[in-house]
């Protein structure tokens, strides 16, 4: 299997899980710009690797603080190195960040946000490095 990673800035990355088969009993599990912290570390199970990524039918949905939501398709996101800061899943404005991830498991799947249910096949899958949609009451 393989680890997907996302940070508050919204730097998103899938690292194989050989990797983190080492002898030393820590090791750093991502690199991290300055004031960026990891926000979610999710298993992939059965993914299958390809050169451009990983290729699963299915999709993460990242949440911004200020209520924007992006579905990127899986296969969007690079397989990269552990050592690798990673590659931007979603465009934020300025003084926002990621605070929730979603790995939607079918087509029911829903979260209740501003009192309000939130299908995540709702929201349009886009490619990732957007800002996304901003969901109201």
């Given at each position: 299997?393989?680890?997907?990673?996302?940070?508050a800035?919204?730097?998103?990355?899938?690292v194989?899980?050989?990797?983190?088969?080492?002898?030393?009993?820590?090791?750093a599990?991502?690199?991290?710009?300055?004031?960026?912290?990891?926000?979610?570390?999710?298993?992939l199970?059965?993914?299958?690797q390809t050169?451009g990524g990983?290729?699963?039918?299915?999709?993460?949905?990242?949440q911004?603080?200020?209520?924007y939501f992006?579905?990127?398709p899986l296969?969007?996101?690079?397989l990269?190195?552990?050592?690798?800061?990673?590659?931007?899943?979603?465009s934020?404005?300025?003084?926002?960040?990621?605070?929730?991830?979603?790995?939607?498991k079918g087509?029911?799947d829903?979260i209740?946000?501003?009192?309000?249910?939130?299908?995540?096949?709702?929201?349009?899958?886009?490619?990732?490095?957007?800002?996304?949609?901003?969901?109201?009451?």
């Open positions: 299997g393989s680890l997907l990673f996302v940070t800035q919204a730097m998103v990355k899938i194989e899980g050989s990797e983190f088969i080492v002898q030393k009993k820590t090791v599990a991502t690199k991290l710009s300055a004031g960026d912290k990891v926000i979610a570390v999710e298993y199970q059965g993914s299958k050169e990983i290729q699963a039918g299915g999709s993460i949905l990242i911004s603080e200020e209520g992006l579905r990127v296969a969007d996101i690079s990269k190195k552990k050592t690798a800061i990673g590659m931007r899943g979603m934020l404005r300025e003084g926002d960040s990621d605070i929730h991830v979603y790995l939607p087509a029911e829903s209740i946000y501003k009192e309000k249910e939130l299908f995540f096949n709702k929201i349009k899958l886009m490619s990732r490095d957007k800002k996304g949609v901003k969901v109201r009451r």
